[in-house]
């Protein structure tokens, strides 16, 4: 204490002095000039108590199982952490191991240097709240996963948006854009027209395999993919054990034994713990395996009535036909001279369209090439907006839908859950409150004022009804300007939807003053026959 002293009043002397002021001398309180060895002396107990003394408040250690402790001949200090749990809480010792291996010094004769210390995990030092709070402020402690196309973004000018942990392009302005809106009208008109290239890749990958792999994936699905054909892929749901939707995505079937997963982006942790909760406890039985692949596939779409030709420009001599790569169809190939890769006719975006798998290191030359192969046809990069867009145009389910509210009948999707199987959530979803014709169901809206803004967050009540929650029917979940419908479009779900076709109802949105009448429509605002996805 005394030389720690002196060293302070040195050291503040010494600053003083450099800042310009005259040092002036440090008058040390009188203590006693302790040697080394003289440190860890006690008391370390108060030696006149009967009562019990603790050591450590967190995993009641008492004095007196320290002196069991030795007596029992566990005198490392290791041994009595582990005989007697001192430090073993969440503080690792930080209020009781001095006081604890100081009693086994004084039990056992030695110093405290001599008994040791036991070792602690971090954090060694104290940590401000502020940055376990980090994640919940600006940037800090929050990571950010960059797509494979993330850099030619970035040369084209793309605004980005933040998806989960995804940093993905909203859209891509060019020079006379006056914002986000006249750009994805762009964007959205060049896919419906020509052809379109978006980074996928975000999107959550899952490789399964296993001679149960089938079998599984008829259990976690509600619908059935063990009859799915090898090179073939379907769009299947998931349920929750409640009957709730939790995800859906497409699955395709690569050989008998394996089966390649795709799930939503902000989904994809969650739904790979559910599938391993399935394995491990569910049915711990069934030979299949999960690995999380979504860092290992680079993913693009491409979209729209030219995308045929562009992928033909890419792929190693296949042919891609609609006779031999159909609707739903994959192939496992080579692009660009020998690069693995996988093709699947898939759309999201309502549109002949394809996806073009490679493996991640290869992403950004897979866009530049595809860019570049596109170029005779208009192709152009579009981003988020407008594959939101697409999709609302098109009726699919998103995010704003599998709220963790909805059921499949809500969304449309009740007939795709078997009746020949066993599934999860199968038995809770046939609950009395899902099966309700009175139940909210998912509907397309067309405001009657065709230039009117519809946004989502509106409730919908009756014509002529007061806007209170007593009369709420339904609420809006999704809306988006359609260029191929020439106004605002909005999916919403809606108390027996499916009867009300035609129906006139307000959209109802008290915080930004909004009271609009819309129209009830199929969800489907583009090519309701499917006849561009199977061109």
Not at 174 to 195: C, F, Q, Y
Request: proline share 5%; glycine share 10%.
């Amino acid at each position: 204490m005394a030389q720690a002293l002196a060293e302070g009043g040195q050291a503040g002397r010494a600053a003083a002095e450099a800042c310009g002021f005259a040092g002036s001398s440090f008058d040390r309180p009188d203590v006693e000039d302790e040697a080394e060895e003289a440190y860890g002396r006690g008391p370390w107990r108060a030696p006149k108590s009967k009562g019990k003394a603790f050591v450590d408040f967190q995993n009641d250690v008492t004095v007196t199982d320290v002196e069991l402790s030795a007596r029992e001949g566990f005198v490392s200090v290791e041994h009595l952490k582990r005989y007697t749990t001192l430090g073993m809480a969440t503080d690792q010792g930080k209020t009781a191991n001095v006081v604890g291996l100081a009693l086994m010094a004084e039990i056992t004769g030695r110093s405290v240097p001599e008994t040791g210390v036991t070792l602690a995990r971090p954090p060694y030092a104290p940590v401000a709240l502020g940055a376990l709070a980090g994640a919940h402020r600006g940037k800090e402690f929050k990571p950010t996963r960059l797509p494979p196309s993330h850099f030619f973004a970035e040369e084209q000018g793309a605004v980005f948006v933040e998806t989960g942990q995804w940093m993905r392009a909203a859209y891509f302005p060019r020079p006379g854009e006056k914002d986000w809106l006249e750009t994805t009208i762009r964007e959205v008109n060049t896919v419906r027209s020509a052809v379109g290239v978006y980074d996928a890749s975000t999107l959550g990958k899952i490789d399964v395999q296993g001679a149960d792999a089938a079998a599984f994936l008829d259990r976690v699905y509600v619908n059935a993919f063990s009859s799915l054909a090898v090179g073939k892929a379907r769009y299947g749901l998931m349920l929750r054990e409640d009957g709730v939707a939790m995800d859906d995505g497409t699955t395709t079937r690569l050989s008998d034994t394996h089966f390649y997963m795709t799930t939503t982006t902000g989904n994809a942790a969650g739904v790979m713990r559910h599938l391993e909760f399935c394995r491990q406890w569910l049915w711990p039985e069934l030979d299949v395996h999960f690995a999380s692949v979504t860092d290992q596939w680079a993913q693009f779409a491409i979209a729209g009535p030219r995308s045929r030709e562009v992928v033909a420009a890419l792929v190693d001599g296949q042919d891609v036909s609609n006779e031999a790569l159909p609707y739903m169809g994959a192939k496992e190939l080579t692009v660009c001279g020998g690069v693995k890769a996988r093709l699947f006719r898939l759309s999201f975006s309502g549109e002949l369209a394809y996806e073009l798998a490679v493996p991640a290191r290869y992403g950004d030359a897979m866009i530049r090439r595809i860019v570049e192969a596109g170029q005779p046809f208009g192709i152009c990069p579009y981003g988020a907006e407008a594959l939101a867009v697409m999709r609302i145009e098109k009726g699919h389910a998103a995010g704003p839908e599998l709220n963790g509210n909805s059921s499949a009948a809500d969304l449309g999707m009740g007939r795709m859950m078997s009746k020949k199987k066993d599934f999860v959530g199968r038995a809770l979803a046939a609950r009395e409150a899902f099966v309700d014709p009175a139940r909210p169901c998912l509907v397309g809206l067309r405001p009657v004022d065709r230039t009117a803004r519809l946004r989502s967050g509106a409730h919908l009540v009756a014509r002529g009804a007061e806007a209170v929650a007593a009369n709420d029917e339904g609420y809006v979940t999704s809306t988006a300007y359609s260029p191929s419908n020439g106004c605002w479009i909005g999916l919403a779900f809606l108390a027996r939807g499916q009867e009300r076709m035609g129906e006139i109802v307000r959209a109802c949105d008290p915080l930004r003053d909004g009271d609009l009448e819309v129209e009830i429509v199929s969800p489907v605002f583009v090519d309701p026959e499917g006849a561009r996805l199977r061109a």
